[in-house]
């Protein structure tokens, strides 16, 4: 069986990438892997161990997202305190939003995104969203 282990972005600003990670989701450096003209810096998760990889390719300060790219998530406990701690950190989340099937609830949850203009979703834990 597969284990999924990172998913990788690049990155125009690696510090204000990783300061944005680590902020808002509380990420950790588990690795660093430094060359001459790129560097690789995976965050990790602590709780789920799953980590992003943030490629820092020197001299490069712009990446198109293309057609492809859709969104990373993560899942919080309390999605009304995520939001208000990320909006007076200043990284602007958009509005929280419900999406229902037959008046039933099945998600809460809102858009944030990075320095790189990644979208990020961030869901009320519960159903599933675990």
């Given at each position: 069986m597969?284990?999924f282990?990172?998913?990788?972005?690049r990155?125009?600003d690696l510090?204000?990438?990783?300061?944005?990670?680590?902020?808002a989701?509380?990420?950790?450096?588990?690795?660093r892997?430094?060359f001459?003209d790129?560097?690789l810096?995976?965050l990790r998760?602590?709780?789920?161990?799953?980590?992003?990889?943030?490629?820092?390719?020197?001299g490069q300060t712009?990446?198109?997202h293309?057609?492809g790219?859709?969104?990373?998530?993560?899942?919080?406990d309390?999605?009304?305190?995520?939001?208000?701690r990320?909006?007076?950190?200043?990284l602007?989340?958009?509005?929280?939003?419900?999406?229902?099937?037959d008046?039933?609830?099945l998600?809460?949850?809102f858009?944030?995104?990075?320095?790189?203009?990644?979208?990020i979703?961030?869901?009320?834990?519960?159903g599933?969203?675990?």
């Amino acid at each position: 069986m597969a284990k999924f282990i990172h998913s990788m972005i690049r990155v125009g600003d690696l510090e204000k990438s990783m300061d944005f990670y680590q902020q808002a989701f509380g990420l950790i450096e588990s690795h660093r892997l430094d060359f001459d003209d790129f560097s690789l810096v995976y965050l990790r998760d602590v709780e789920s161990g799953a980590e992003i990889e943030l490629t820092w390719n020197k001299g490069q300060t712009e990446y198109t997202h293309g057609t492809g790219y859709g969104h990373t998530a993560f899942v919080v406990d309390d999605l009304d305190q995520q939001f208000n701690r990320l909006t007076e950190l200043k990284l602007s989340p958009a509005p929280i939003k419900e999406f229902k099937r037959d008046g039933a609830l099945l998600a809460r949850f809102f858009f944030i995104q990075d320095p790189d203009g990644y979208k990020i979703e961030v869901l009320q834990r519960g159903g599933h969203y675990q």
